[in-house]
Structures are given as structure tokens and as C-alpha cells.
């Protein structure tokens, strides 16, 4: 193999080649006769040293910056990206290599401060999370973990890198599903986790990222605050109920206690206790409201025909008209009673609306006094709507809020009803104003799940499919 030659060497070299037919001329002329002996070696002298001048500071020029531009590489790969080349020009070729190195250098200087401030914040975020955040390397290794984690395991964090998922407990978190809850114990927690895992690679390896979240202390908040609504609203219906009840038996006390007794005792007797005994019934009805929405078992799901369901529903309310606008024809698989109880407090309340007097709402049309009742399918979902021309609803706030009513003998769960059946099934329910005149729209979703489900998404004027073999957990198309 050749040897190769430095670089410096072979500018030189080349110095000298480019050098030599001067040279060359110059021993001509210390040979010629035609000049004295001391004018000829004066002047090859001087030629030469010149010669020798003018390589040494063209290898000086070429080398010196070539020198700096390694320098400057030499610190960007260091990470330095502080040096700059000096004596950068435009339209210049040694230039135009500094101009880049230079603006190479800038830019890698602000990536890493735009590294160095992102990794900053993701420091402070992962600091301030009350998540419980690892990060576990293929080995099942520790690599890094949040302060929320150290609180978890009651350990600092120095004492937890390196060590595997099994001696931290963890090991059931990097198996399995990876988005599901768990009963977990730990030295610093024990209750219910939402657990959440996903992969990531770091320097070419796989990882595996793992958040824990606790959520016995929101679960606790959320009861206690359930518990205190509840008791709220118990104690206001039992006082309505109990306050009359007390104050009628003290006046029936007192007056059974005259003697003589008065001439109309007996009506006013009757009066009372009637009264008692109305007071007695609405807290009957209530309690039994209450214990109608705690007791909903969980649905019973099988194949029911939909436009046979709304029909049946549609005629079982005959204080005004019920229209069915046909949909597409086809099976769910749903709990039959539970959606048929679920379609007819929306019903309801939809004859409820149109029914109350005009003059009370004067905003009101008194055109299509009817209860519009269709459904349709979309690509993800079957959506059943019913559509009344009422006065609209006020206020949404108080919808869905367990016993609030605002008809004078309701009991304030059929909608709070309605939306349980709806979510049991994996549905929803959802209540609007109509945008094209007064009234309200009601619209039942039920999702489209199981095997197949997204090959069967069709128009919504096509079929809605076929009865199944095999009965599912939520609401869907057989198909």
C-alpha cells in the first residue's frame, strides 16, 4: 500500500514544483557568461530566498485556516459551539466554508439550548406531576423515575435506578393490558391505580414508560361529595314531607285535646289526616324512586328488533300524538326492558312539554302538537331521537342533578335514569334545544361495537343488519 503523504507536505512539494522553472532560470543565469560572477550569485541568491519566502507563506496561508476550521469542528463536536472563524466573507471559497461552519455552529449552539430549556421543563412537569411516572430500559431496569414515584415506593430516587421491576413491585405493570386499573400496595400507597404503559426508544434501545395513578384519594372526594348531595337532598324531601306531617299531628293534638270539642272536630280531623296521608304517599314515592335508581341491576343484553321496540314505545303514551318516522330496519343488542323504560321517560317527558299550556309560554308554536320519534345509523353509532315542540329547556344545569324536578309531582331521576341506562350499555343520552323553532330534542347514542363492526358501517338508509349467534356485552348492530 502507498504510503500517504501529509497534507503539509504535499503543499510544499507542490510550492516547490510550481517553484522550480524560476529556479531553473535562475541557474541558468549564475552559468551564463553574459553577467559578472557577483551580479549573477547575488541574483540567484536573492531568487531564491524569495522563492523560499513566498512558499513558506502560501503553505502558511492554506494551512493556518484549515487549522481553524479543524479547531472549530473539533469544538462543535465537543460540544463548544462558541468558537467562531474569523475573516468569513461572501464569494470568497475558504470564506464560504467558514460562513457554514459558523452558521453550523449557531445553529447546534440553539438546538442544545432548546434542548437544555425543553429538558428543563420536562424536569419541573415530571416534578410537579402527582403521577407516579417510571421508566424501565429493556433489562426491566429502572432508569428513571419522578418524585411522585419516590413518595410511592418511600424511597429516594438514587436507591431506585438500576434495580429491576420485580424488586420495586412492579412487575405486573409491564405485563398485560397496557391501559387498565389495579389494586396496588405499595410502601407509600395502597388503593386502586389507573395504570397506563407505553414504549419508547432512547439511544436506539426500547423502553418502556409506566404511570401510575392513584385514584382512591379522588374516588374518596368524589363519594364524599356524592354523599354530601345526597344527604342534602334526602333531608330537603323528608323535612317537606315530615315538617307538614309534625305540625298537622301537633294541631290534631291540640285539638282533640278541647273539651268540649268543637262542632266541625271530625272535618277537621279528616282534613288533617288526609292530608298526613298525601304527604305520607309523596314520601313513599319518593324513597322508592331512590331506591329504583341504586337497585338498576346491570343489563341483560340479547337481540331486539329496534323498530318493533319504538313502535311499542311510541303507542304507549296516548296523551298526544306520537309520530315514528321510520329508520332503517335491523337488530340491537340491548337490555329489552331497560331500553324500552329508558325510551319512555324520554317519551314522557317529551308529551309532558307539549302538553303544558301555550299561554305559559307564549315563545311556543301551537302547530305540530306531536312527539317526533325516529332513528338513524351512522358509521360508529345507531342514534335515536325523539323531538317534541314544547317550550325548549331553560336551563341545563339541573338536568342530569339525581331528584331536581320542576313538574310539581315528579320525581327527579328519569333523566338521571335514562342516562345510567344509556351508559350501562355504553351509550349516551344528551338533551338540546331545536335551533329551527322551540322545543327540545332528546338524542339517544348507542355505540356500534363488537367483531365486525367497522367493515358493517354503512348510509344510514341502509339496513341496520342481521340477527347474531352470539349475544354481546354492549349495545351494537348484529351484523
Known sequence: ????????????????????????????????????????????????????????????????????????????????????????????????????????????????????????????????????????????????????????????????????????????????????????????????FALRRSAFRQDGRAHQLLVLTDLSRALREEERQAWQRLVRVLGHELNNSLAPIKSLAGSLESLLSRDPLPADWREDCQRGLGVIGQRSDALTRFLDAYARLAKLPPPRCRPVDLPALIRRVAALDSRAPVVVRDGPPGEIVVDPDQMEQLLINLVRNAVDAILAPVSAHPLRSSEEPAVILTWLRRSDEIEVTVIDSGSGIASAANLFVPFFTTKPKGSGIGLILCRQIAESHGGSVTLENRTDRPGCVARLRLPLQGEGAGARAQSSTEPLGKPSSRPQTTASLVG
Request: net charge positive; proline share 3%; hydrophobic share 50%.
Open 1 to 192: 500500500m502507498r504510503a500517504q503523504i501529509r497534507f503539509e507536505r504535499r503543499l510544499r512539494l507542490m510550492t516547490l514544483a510550481v517553484a522550480a522553472p524560476g529556479l531553473l532560470a535562475v541557474a541558468a543565469l549564475i552559468t551564463s557568461d553574459a553577467t559578472s560572477a557577483s551580479l549573477r550569485w547575488g541574483g540567484g541568491l536573492l531568487a531564491a530566498v524569495a522563492a523560499g519566502v513566498a512558499g513558506l507563506v502560501l503553505v502558511h496561508r492554506v494551512v493556518f485556516p484549515l487549522q481553524t476550521l479543524a479547531n472549530l469542528l473539533g469544538g462543535l463536536r465537543e460540544g463548544d459551539f462558541s468558537t467562531r472563524a474569523r475573516g468569513a466573507m461572501r464569494d470568497d471559497a475558504l470564506g464560504e466554508v467558514f460562513l457554514e461552519a459558523n452558521a453550523l455552529a449557531e445553529t447546534l449552539r440553539e438546538q442544545r439550548l432548546g434542548a437544555l430549556e425543553a429538558t428543563a421543563l420536562l424536569r419541573t412537569v415530571m416534578a410537579e406531576l402527582d403521577v407516579a411516572v417510571f421508566a424501565f430500559d429493556g433489562g426491566q431496569r429502572l432508569r428513571l423515575a419522578n418524585r411522585a414515584a419516590e413518595n410511592l415506593l418511600r424511597r429516594p430516587v438514587e436507591q431506585l435506578l438500576g434495580r429491576t421491576a420485580l424488586e420495586l413491585g412492579l412487575a405486573e405493570g409491564l405485563s398485560g393490558d397496557p391501559a387498565r386499573t389495579l389494586p396496588l400496595t405499595f410502601p407509600g400507597a395502597v388503593g386502586r
